[in-house]
């Protein structure tokens, strides 16, 4: 009898102890597939956040890119402008001064006949003219027409500009190439 008891109680132990450490494998199971899961969904993240940087970068450079060609390709018509635009030699010229913005001065003469137009190509052409800009005489104070406008055709005389008129370049901030001289009109 005892040792039949004693038997049935160890095999109960053995269930028992087979039975927690099952038990305590499962939790251990269950623990080690959270953390899984947990650790997988920061790499994921991680990832996305990656490329987002890696995407926003390489918009950066494209705009960078892209704004950095638009300059070379103002710098490349101001000297192909350059190349054309000759001094008028005879008598009856107008002498026009233009005033940039960080004021310096170039003096220049002109057919009467030169459109308002050609006044802009001129003064894009000047060292240190900002790519995009308005002419404005000083007294009377007026804006001649946008490079771009209709009465941009008009000649000087047709507008009333006389001999010795001063003509300031207003630098526009807004990169509209509608006042100022662009690659696709010339």
Do not use: W
Not at 8 to 26: A, D, G, I, K, Y
């Amino acid at each position: 009898g005892i040792n039949a008891e004693y038997g049935r109680q160890r095999n109960r132990n053995r269930v028992s102890e087979s039975s927690t450490s099952q038990l305590l494998m499962q939790e251990q199971n269950a623990a080690f597939n959270e953390s899984l899961l947990r650790d997988q969904e920061r790499e994921k993240q991680r990832k996305a956040e990656e490329e987002a940087v890696r995407l926003a970068q390489e918009e950066a450079d494209r705009k960078l890119e892209e704004k950095e060609n638009k300059l070379k390709a103002r710098e490349e018509l101001r000297k192909e402008l350059r190349g054309k635009l000759e001094e008028p030699t005879k008598e009856h010229t107008i002498s026009l001064l233009f005033r940039l913005p960080n004021g310096s001065r170039v003096a220049r003469a002109f057919l009467p006949e030169v459109r308002v137009k050609e006044l802009y190509e001129f003064a894009f052409t000047c060292e240190d003219a900002p790519n995009f800009f308005t002419l404005i005489t000083n007294f009377p104070k007026r804006i001649l027409p946008a490079y771009d406008a209709p009465d941009a055709l008009l000649s000087c005389r047709d507008i009333g500009l006389e001999n010795s008129t001063t003509l300031f370049l207003q630098e526009d901030d807004s990169e509209s190439e509608s006042s100022s001289v662009s690659e696709a009109e010339v």
